[in-house]
Each structure stands twice: as C-alpha cells, then as structure tokens.
C-alpha cells in the first residue's frame, strides 16, 4: 500500500514553545490530507482536513488559532501546535487520500510531550 | 453524526482459538468501511478495505464482512496467535471525506 511519513517521530518541547510536525505522502499525490489526536486508551479524533492549496476545515472544537495547519503541496502538510502546553501533549497522527472513494493511509504518528 | 461503537472493549482468548470483533455504526450512507490494527504507542495499520458496495472483504486469516442497512461489521480471526494481539478499530468513511473511528477492541491472545 502507498506510504505516508511523519517526522518526528518524538518531540519533547517546553511549555511556550511551538512544535511543527511533517507529514509527507511518499508515493502518492494526496488531494486530502486529515490530522488526527489520540490521547491515551482512547480513539482518534480527527482535528482538522486540509486539501493542497486551500485553508484546513477545523472541527468544532479545535482552535485554528493553535493548531496551524499548512499543505503547500499535494505531498507535504504540516501541522504546528502554537505555544504549547502540558495539555497538548499527544499522539498525533496524519493521514493523506487520492479521495473521497479511496482508502486512507496513515502516518505512523508523533509523541508530542509538553514539559 | 456518525457514530461508530465497537464490541467488546476488551478480549482474551488463548491462542488457536477462532474470535470475532464486532463494529456498528449509526448512519448507513458510508462510502467505505477500514479496519484497522494499532500496536501500543504505534500508529495505524490497515488491515481491510470494503467498499459500500461489498459485503467481506478476507486477507490471510482475517475475514471482514459488512451488512450496511443494520451498520454492522465484523471482524472474524482465524487461529489466533499472540502475535495478533493489538488494539483493532474500525472506522467508517462519510461523503465529508472523513473517516469516524470506533472506540476500539483491545485483543489479547494468551501462549
């Protein structure tokens, strides 16, 4: 299957400080790519579904404002937590799809821990 | 909104033995349904694919099937061996693009 990569894979960053994490589509163009949270023991919840070349779609919820999401092309997205705090600290995982009727890959995911 | 549930939360059975993972969902209108396997602290690992239009879906062992009108699936394990213990989700896909996951089953198999 195709493969989607995220980088890093580990971030450990202090309070205050701002996080970007990569999420590149190897083999593929993505047309769509979705950025998900997972706390511990718990689902995914997707954040936020960005397509190349226009602003993310945001999910009730979730602040714009701090999660900065960017797809400058049909291969990367990237997503920066703004000045993060110890509650941001998470299992952050991307996914990217050709569309609507195509199956989703996913990243293997980033630990993001907020000290 | 879509709401997806899965059952049982949790599952131990000893290995060789034959288990079934069970997933519903509240809204039939799904373009697709994924089930996928996700180890502690890793990311996702697709496992089966099914289109609306399908009713199973099998890879090795593994056998999914779908009956959309009830939003049901079930994930069917042959054999099981410790090596399958995981947390599996199913997840269904919208006509928004978006995939709404299950809570998860958690599968062990004992030695």
């Known amino acids: 299957g195709a493969v989607v990569s995220q980088h890093p894979s580990r971030v450990i960053c202090k309070s205050g400080t701002s996080v970007k994490i990569e999420c590149r589509s190897l083999d593929f163009q993505a047309t769509t790519m979705f950025w998900y949270r997972q706390f511990p023991k718990q689902s995914l919840m997707l954040m936020a579904t960005s397509n190349e070349g226009s602003k993310a779609t945001y999910e009730q919820g979730v602040e714009k404002d701090k999660f900065l999401i960017n797809h400058a092309s049909l291969t990367l997205s990237t997503l920066t937590v703004t000045s993060a705090h110890p509650e941001d600290s998470s299992f952050y995982i991307c996914s990217a799809t050709l569309g609507l009727a195509y199956e989703q890959y996913f990243g293997p995911g980033t630990r993001l821990t907020v000290t | 909104k879509q709401e997806v549930t899965q059952i049982p939360a949790a599952l131990s059975v000893p290995e060789g033995e034959n288990l079934v993972l069970n997933c519903s969902f509240t809204d039939s209108a799904i373009y697709n349904l994924q089930w996928f396997r996700q180890d502690p602290g890793k990311g996702l690992t697709s496992l089966l694919l099914?289109?609306?239009?399908?009713r199973e879906q099998t890879s090795g062992r593994l056998n999914a099937s779908l009956d959309k009108s009830s939003g049901r699936s079930t994930l069917y394990i042959a054999a099981s061996q410790p090596g399958d213990s995981a947390t599996y989700l199913c997840?269904?896909?919208?006509?928004?693009?978006?995939?709404?996951f299950g809570t998860g089953t958690r599968l062990t198999v004992i030695p």
């Open positions: 997840a269904v896909k919208t006509g928004a693009n978006n995939l709404f």
């Open positions: 099914i289109q609306s239009s399908q």
